[in-house]
């Protein structure tokens, strides 16, 4: 059934997002500081709204995409009284854990229901509609939500109450850090013994090191052809977002007196390296600044 949806925060990701809406029949009203965005959207189908609380008047649902948990409190904060009682808000975001408490916390405080349903795929997923979900909230949101998560993307997964999602988000991204970092130290471990990345991949891949960062994201160029190492690392998964992930998930850790200590140096490692090459490089580019050892470019 076609829904009045209001989306706000039209970015990389946002943007494709509310154009896979409009493409399945719903009417969606979109809202970004940036007004290049907006007129990007508006090519979508979407229609454009001079703010994102007249946005949210008469939406069914809210649905916002924006960089991170002081963003979508302040939208928060901004719109939860300019909306219908009972309205669903799904904030696709990736933000701290707490905040997304707290986000469902003064959303039902204003009488709205709420859900945080972050994603992984990246600008790619968003466009062709592959993105997987995690969803953190009550099951009825969750089932009300569902339809509308399974037009942008092909998995969703109700990952249990408030701020469920987020977790489930940087776990998976904690490992994915990790794992990166540890592929690509035994490259650079078996260069220095004379192994060839081939010899190394065709072993690992199918043996007990076989993971997504070597099989599917190898960091270094040749065995796999459309990996982002084979077009000088242009992203892909950019390293300046598993930076993000991984301070989020290092917040978390420190937060619940959880012994992360690889999780901690996976994300000390990934700041640095983001700080050099920001949202340039695809995070698989780490590899780099290991063989360097000195943190350096090459
Ligand atoms: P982006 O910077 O391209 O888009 C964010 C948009 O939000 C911007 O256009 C900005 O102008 C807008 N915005 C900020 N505050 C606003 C406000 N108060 N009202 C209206 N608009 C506002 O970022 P993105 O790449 O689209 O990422 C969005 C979120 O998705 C982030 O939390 C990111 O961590 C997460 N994410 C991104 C990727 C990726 O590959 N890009 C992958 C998974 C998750």
């Not at 970015?11 to 965005?37: E, Y």
């Not at 420190?254 to 700080?275: K, P």
Request: one cysteine or more; hydrophobic letters at 45%.
């Amino acid at each position: 059934m076609s829904k009045t949806v209001a989306f706000i925060g039209l970015g990389h990701m946002g943007g494709p997002m509310a154009g896979n809406l409009v493409k399945a029949g719903h009417h969606v009203l979109g809202h970004d500081l940036v007004p290049a965005a907006v007129e990007t959207a508006t090519g979508t189908g979407v229609g454009p709204a001079s703010s994102a609380a007249r946005a949210v008047a008469e939406a069914e649902v809210v649905i916002s995409m924006l960089p991170a948990g002081r963003h979508v409190l302040g939208l928060y904060d901004d719109i939860l009284a300019a909306a219908r009682p009972g309205t669903l808000f799904v904030d696709c975001s990736t933000i701290d854990v707490a905040d997304a408490r707290m986000a469902h916390e003064r959303a039902a405080a204003a009488g709205m229901r709420c859900l945080d349903a972050p994603v992984s795929g990246g600008v790619i997923g968003a466009e062709a509609a592959t993105l997987t979900f995690m969803a953190g909230g009550g099951e009825n949101e969750f089932t009300e939500a569902r339809p509308l998560l399974e037009v942008m993307g092909k998995k969703a997964v109700h990952c249990g109450g408030p701020g469920a999602g987020q977790a489930a988000k940087i776990c998976n991204n904690m490992i994915l850090g990790i794992s990166m970092i540890a592929v690509s130290e035994a490259f650079v471990l078996g260069e220095s013994l004379g192994l060839s990345h081939q010899a190394l991949y065709d072993v690992a891949s199918t043996a007990s090191g076989q993971c997504w960062a070597l099989s599917v994201n190898c960091p270094v160029p040749g065995p796999v052809p459309a990996s982002p190492a084979n077009c000088d690392y242009r992203p892909g998964f950019a390293a300046s977002l598993m930076a993000k992930d991984l301070g989020l998930a290092a917040n978390a850790a420190r937060a619940g007196g959880v012994r992360a200590e690889l999780g901690l140096r996976a994300a000390e490692l990934y700041a640095a390296y983001a700080e050099q090459v920001g949202a340039a490089e695809d995070f698989s580019g780490i590899v780099r600044t290991i063989r360097n050892h000195d943190g350096g470019r090459p």
